[in-house]
């Protein structure tokens, strides 16, 4: 299972950005989907988690201001960024959980290749 995450760039102080993140392909199943991010010397940090079924947690640093949403038709995931800061900006990386039926049952972990976002004061 391969992700594919978009949507990342420049943007101002206060204004919004989406990101994106699709799982091509059939024949898996995806559980949990989140996104993480990661600044250069730093850990990388879970900013949210939304099951299959839609339940959502968040980071303190992401409530009020990100949503996580999901599509399961289209195994793609969305971070909506509201009222973005300078300390928003890093690397963006989304993550899922799935499983694969057959042959065999299979559980595994992905993640995409990350999504620079800048925020500029």
């Known amino acids: 299972v391969q992700l594919q995450a978009s949507g990342g760039g420049l943007v101002h102080a206060g204004g919004s950005l989406r990101l994106s993140c699709v799982a091509p392909?059939?024949?898996?199943?995806?559980?949990?989907m989140s996104w993480h991010r990661q600044g250069s010397g730093s850990q990388r940090e879970l900013v949210a988690t939304i099951t299959r079924d839609g339940s959502t947690t968040y980071a303190d640093s992401a409530k009020g201001r990100f949503t996580i949403s999901r599509d399961n038709a289209r195994n793609t995931v969305y971070l909506q960024m509201n009222s973005l800061r300078p300390e928003d900006t890093n690397v963006y990386y989304c993550?899922?959980?799935?499983?694969?039926?057959?042959?065999?049952?299979?559980?595994?972990?992905?993640w995409g290749q990350g999504t620079q976002l800048t925020v500029s004061s």
């Open positions: 993550e899922a959980d799935y499983i694969i039926y057959d042959p065999t049952t299979v559980v595994g972990r992905a």
């Open positions: 392909g059939s024949g898996f199943r995806i559980n949990s």
